[in-house]
């Protein structure tokens, strides 16, 4: 715990780490599974750095939305983000009790799982089941307690949950030598361009296809 990777030496075969104390060391290895995730990635939103607005990707986060309803006595919620994690995030708060509407910018709703009639029939379902979809929205703002979008049309929440995609965490594998493209580069096999490195998870991207999207 508390331990920083800060280089893979992939010819020693030595992770380079960090430790709680600020001294330095390292692990050998001989096989390496790079699976360092990936982080929310928050669009230029103006407001988007308030308390009351949340990316949730751990338990803390998670534990950071419950204080602020319980702290902003919170009835109504807006999740910019209409992917699979935004819809999850939707639903778990409208069955919290909370009045949710959901914002997504694309024509409709999982434009990267599902075709268009599926994606309205998605969008059908969720409205019935009382989860407000606004697809094709185009956000200005959020202020204290609404969302705001160009066309002036205001969404009260307070609680916002930003669900706008990821980015993987990439860098210790750029500078280890390690190929990156965007993603971690990784075959069927979870090889990487370096021997006996291997990458798995929302970091990297198998036989041109990034593992952070479900399909």
Known sequence: ADTEVIKIDTDAKMVRVQLRDGSFGGVVYDKLVYALGAFCFVPPIKGADQDHV???RSIKDTEHVRRIIEERKATKAVCIGGGVMGLEGAWGLKAGGLDVTVLETAPGLLPK????PASAKLEEICNSKGVHIVTGA???EITEDAVVLE????YEAQLVI???????HTKVAEESGIEVDKWVVADSK??????DVFACGDC??????PQAFWV
């Open 138 to 140: 185009k956000i200005s």
């Open 151 to 154: 066309d002036g049309t205001r």
């Open 113 to 116: 799982q599902l075709d268009d």
């Open 204 to 209: 990297c991207v198998i036989n041109g296809q």
């Open 54 to 56: 949340v990316s949730v």
């Open 190 to 195: 979870m090889q990487t361009n370096v021997k």
């Open 162 to 168: 930003m669900s706008t995609g990821m980015r993987p």
